[in-house]
Structure formats: structure tokens, C-alpha cells
């Protein structure tokens, strides 16, 4: 058994008998595709909003969109503006993001995408939407 975590995580036994090998950081790469596609239809941004999150989180993007704290990985944070800019180049909300393409601010883009379609009249609209299909 430990030989296969030490071959899926690529550990490395150093002669003590358990290394905690679940207590090692995990990393895992994101790529485009794993972000998803966003059309810009607000009754697709629950779907999308939670993939994203998720993603990002898995990939050790999650702190970059806390607000309370600094930036401290710029890099990543342009990595984040990449991905949601590939994800929105085909739809509509792709004009929420064209506002941060010179500082390439991933939070910044994350955030007014977040108050877009989750403010007072893009959600009375879902919710309209919503009751009407009911």
C-alpha cells in the first residue's frame, strides 16, 4: 500500500516507517478546459460560479480570490484572469472582464462577475425567469 502512494503522489520514503503521506500538498495543474465555458446566461452562472470555485480551489487559486487578504501570488492572480477570460471570450459576460484586461486582476474580474450577475437586476431577472418556467 505505501508503494502506491508513493507512486501516485511521488513520495519518497526517507527510512521512517510512515511519513504521513496524506499530510503532503497535493498539486494539481489547471488547465483551461477544467474551467468550463460561461455563455453569459445569468440562469448558467450558479453552475458556472460553483465549477470555477471549485477548480480554482483544488488548483491553490481559492486565497487569490479572498478579498480580505493581499495578493501575494501576482502570477497566479493573472493565471485566474487567463482562465476567466478563455472561459467568457464566447459569450456575453465576456464585456464584464474587457474593465481589468490591462492589470489582468483575476480577483478583480472574479468579483465584478460575482456582482453582475448576482446584484439586484440580473438576480430579479433569474428570479422572474425562474417562476415563469414554473
Same mark, same amino acid.
Given at each position: 500500500?505505501?508503494?502506491?502512494?508513493?507512486?501516485?503522489?511521488?513520495?519518497?520514503?526517507?527510512?521512517?516507517?510512515?511519513?504521513?503521506? +496524506?499530510?503532503? @500538498?497535493?498539486?494539481?495543474?489547471? %488547465?483551461? *478546459?477544467?474551467?468550463?465555458?460561461?455563455?453569459?446566461?445569468? =440562469?448558467?452562472?450558479?453552475?458556472?460560479?460553483?465549477?470555477?470555485?471549485?477548480?480554482?480551489?483544488?488548483?491553490?487559486?481559492?486565497?487569490?480570490?479572498?478579498?480580505?487578504?493581499?495578493?501575494?501570488?501576482?502570477?497566479?492572480?493573472?493565471?485566474?484572469?487567463?482562465? +476567466?477570460?478563455? @472561459?467568457?471570450?464566447?459569450?456575453? %459576460?465576456? *464585456?464584464?472582464?474587457?474593465?481589468?484586461?490591462?492589470?489582468? =486582476?483575476?480577483?478583480?474580474?472574479?468579483?465584478?462577475?460575482?456582482?453582475?450577475?448576482?446584484?439586484?437586476?440580473?438576480?430579479?431577472?433569474?428570479?422572474?425567469?425562474?417562476?415563469?418556467?414554473?
Amino acid at each position: 500500500m505505501v508503494f502506491f502512494f508513493n507512486w501516485l503522489f511521488g513520495s519518497r520514503q526517507h527510512g521512517e516507517e510512515d511519513e504521513k503521506y +496524506f499530510s503532503k @500538498a497535493v498539486f494539481f495543474k489547471t %488547465a483551461a *478546459h477544467d474551467f468550463g465555458k460561461f455563455d453569459g446566461k445569468p =440562469d448558467h452562472c450558479c453552475a458556472f460560479n460553483n465549477k470555477t470555485m471549485s477548480t480554482l480551489g483544488v488548483a491553490g487559486f481559492g486565497s487569490i480570490l479572498e478579498m480580505t487578504k493581499p495578493i501575494e501570488d501576482q502570477e497566479g492572480n493573472h493565471r485566474v484572469h487567463y482562465l +476567466f477570460e478563455g @472561459a467568457t471570450n464566447d459569450g456575453s %459576460a465576456s *464585456h464584464i472582464l474587457r474593465g481589468h484586461k490591462d492589470e489582468r =486582476d483575476g480577483r478583480a474580474a472574479c468579483h465584478a462577475l460575482k456582482d453582475w450577475y448576482e446584484g439586484k437586476t440580473t438576480s430579479g431577472g433569474i428570479s422572474k425567469t425562474c417562476r415563469l418556467k414554473l
